[in-house]
């Protein structure tokens, strides 16, 4: 009788603890796929798809990471993408390629996601403009010449800019930007399996 207490209690903490990640990432989405060396277009972008698939997991895992109570200040977030701006800058200025490479990271797009959906909250937020980034992205790693890498780290820094001159001001529920965006990964993932496996 005891075993059977113990093992109604561990099913009943097991499907509480299910329901309460009815708002998460889809758990086969929090794992890395091998992918093929392609591009994808998604929505208005066209995305290469071992360059997203390199930061996809590490961005999920940020995005699971944003609180879920209280507000999220356009402020806050706006400082966070300065930093990321100022990051890209610093290693365009220097010629640092391949440092401003790594700078692009499942946090930056993370972060660039979170100000997106502060700014307008509609379907899709994070993803319309991470897919833009990564786009921007991918022109940039794919570029020979100097001179293209630069033209396309200005594009990514005015698209960092574009984001934070929106969310100056802007307060908003903590919980619904995150929904959104954990909803915005999953359609990241599940264009990822759809387009690249």
Same mark, same amino acid.
């Given at each position: 009788?005891?075993?059977?207490?113990?093992?109604?209690?561990?099913?009943?903490?097991?499907?509480?603890?299910?329901?309460?990640?009815?708002?998460?990432?889809?758990?086969?989405?929090?794992?890395?796929?091998?992918?093929?060396?392609?591009?994808?277009?998604?929505?208005?972008?066209?995305?290469?798809?071992?360059?997203?698939?390199?930061?996809?997991?590490?961005?999920?895992?940020?995005?699971?990471?944003?609180? $879920?109570?209280?507000?999220?200040?356009? +402020? @806050? !977030? *706006? /400082?966070?993408l300065d930093l990321l701006e100022a990051d890209i800058k610093?290693?365009?200025?220097?010629?640092?390629?391949?440092?401003?490479?790594?700078?692009?990271?499942?946090?930056?797009?993370?972060?660039?996601?979170?100000?997106?959906?502060?700014?307008? $909250?509609?379907?899709?937020?994070?993803? +319309? @403009? !991470? *897919? /833009?980034?990564?786009?921007?992205?991918?022109?940039?790693?794919?570029?020979?010449?100097?001179?293209?890498?630069?033209?396309?780290?200005?594009?990514?820094?005015?698209?960092?800019?574009?984001?934070?001159?929106?969310?100056?001001?802007?307060?908003?529920?903590?919980?619904?930007?995150?929904?959104?965006?954990?909803?915005?990964?999953?359609?990241?993932?599940?264009?990822?399996?759809?387009?690249?496996?």
């Amino acid at each position: 009788m005891r075993f059977l207490v113990r093992f109604l209690g561990v099913l009943f903490v097991g499907a509480t603890s299910f329901a309460s990640q009815a708002q998460d990432i889809v758990p086969s989405c929090m794992v890395t796929f091998n992918v093929k060396n392609k591009g994808f277009i998604n929505g208005n972008a066209t995305m290469s798809c071992q360059l997203v698939e390199a930061r996809r997991v590490e961005m999920s895992q940020q995005i699971l990471a944003t609180q $879920g109570t209280g507000e999220i200040d356009g +402020a @806050v !977030v *706006g /400082k966070k993408l300065d930093l990321l701006e100022a990051d890209i800058k610093k290693q365009q200025d220097t010629k640092n390629w391949l440092s401003l490479g790594n700078a692009i990271t499942g946090n930056t797009l993370a972060t660039i996601g979170l100000g997106a959906c502060l700014e307008s $909250g509609g379907a899709g937020c994070a993803l +319309a @403009v !991470v *897919g /833009k980034f990564m786009a921007l992205y991918s022109i940039y790693d794919a570029a020979s010449s100097e001179n293209d890498k630069v033209q396309q780290a200005n594009a990514m820094r005015t698209a960092i800019s574009d984001v934070r001159k929106s969310v100056v001001g802007k307060k908003s529920q903590a919980k619904t930007i995150r929904d959104r965006m954990i909803e915005d990964a999953n359609a990241l993932c599940k264009a990822v399996k759809d387009n690249c496996l």
